[in-house]
């Protein structure tokens, strides 16, 4: 019996483009959420400063607020920008494949 195991060796093929379902669901959905918090900053800002200190009364006061904000975000949630965010996706997981490879040569290698 080997004193030592290897490592789970198994690697997707580099040009597979499939996505798991939680990569679908939640990553790249995700990353739609942030870059459009990062596109909408200014409004996001500007709804904060109007809500600082308020409780209730932050949905009569800051309403036009919201709604800029709101529109930002959902101009910048749409399909086109889910799909420029999952080829942004599949390029690092693509890379990230690549340099397992590369490493698992090199660890073939060393034996």
Known sequence: MEKYFKPHTTVLKVDDNHLRRVETDVVI???VQESAKLKCA????????CAKGRTVSVIFKCKEENKRMQDCIIANSQQSDYDREKQIFL???HNHRLELEENMKKAEGQE
């Open 29 to 31: 959905p995700k990353m």
């Open 42 to 49: 200014d409004f996001l800002q500007a709804f904060s400063d």
């Open 91 to 93: 390029e690092k997981k």
